[in-house]
């Protein structure tokens, strides 16, 4: 049976801005940039996080996309409406300042939750990630 989770995608307004978002203010390293049958395979993935990738699929990538699909799938990534996740750190209230310093736009500063601190971001595509520091059990 299925064992782990390997590659989740999120789509991106446009693969080389995303690629230096992940890189530069994340800090996270490409795993895959390869040219395949047509489409840019680009996988990112947390330097200390080896077994998950994260692919940043292109908007107009794909054959199967027409004009109005394409408009219609950019205004939903505006939106904030197409991907989302949820990041860990050891230190939410730091990781936030030095992830506000580099850029990074934040639509929620560091709160206390019942399930640890968490503070709210978003790439340079619209996708938006919780930033979460768990609980101390």
Partial sequence: MI???SHA?????DQD???EFYTKKLEFEVRMDAKMAGFRWLTVGPK?????EIVL??????PLRDEETIAQMKALLAKG?????VFRTADCKATYETL???GVEFTSEPKEQPYGVEAV????SGNWFSLTQPRSA
């Fill in 17 to 19: 801005a995303a690629l």
């Fill in 3 to 5: 064992n782990a989770l």
């Fill in 48 to 52: 200390d996080q080896k077994d998950v």
């Fill in 100 to 102: 506000k310093a580099r």
């Fill in 57 to 62: 699929m292109s908007i107009t990538g794909g």
């Fill in 9 to 13: 995608s999120i789509y991106v307004e």
């Fill in 121 to 124: 971001f978003k790439d340079n």
């Fill in 81 to 85: 409406a197409l991907g989302a996740g």
